[in-house]
């Protein structure tokens, strides 16, 4: 299993941060795969599921309480044809983008997912 890592460009209020992700065995169910987002301030484990959406390509980011199977939070992701994307996180909704679109646009983007 190939594990992808790359540099997230530079926000506001994250200045170094970097995903890596590591896809799902083929015939494990929806599990897209396992994306970890880590910057200077925060380290986030997030199991990624897709799921239909019409007009491109949505996702489910289930975020994991680390060495366990606990998830706390989830948040829908959107990636629209014309490349403009939507999440339901706080981040998204005060400043209009977020670490999760800006990680699945880097892989969609990279042909990982």
Not at 5 to 34: Q, V
Not at 41 to 48: E, K, W
Not at 53 to 64: E, I
Request: charge should be negative; include cysteine; proline fraction near 4%.
């Amino acid at each position: 299993m190939t594990t992808f890592t790359e540099l997230l460009e530079p926000t506001k209020s994250e200045k170094h941060g970097c995903l890596m992700f590591m896809p799902a065995i083929a015939d494990f169910g929806m599990k897209t795969g396992t994306l970890m987002i880590s910057g200077s301030r925060s380290y986030a484990v997030y199991d990624v599921e897709e799921f239909p959406a019409d007009h491109g390509r949505g996702f489910m980011l289930f975020k994991k309480t680390p060495g366990t199977d606990i998830t706390e939070d989830r948040y829908a992701c959107f990636i629209g044809s014309d490349d403009v994307g939507r999440c339901e996180c706080k981040g998204f909704t005060r400043y209009g983008s977020c670490k999760h679109l800006q990680s699945l646009f880097t892989l969609v983007q990279n042909n990982q997912i």
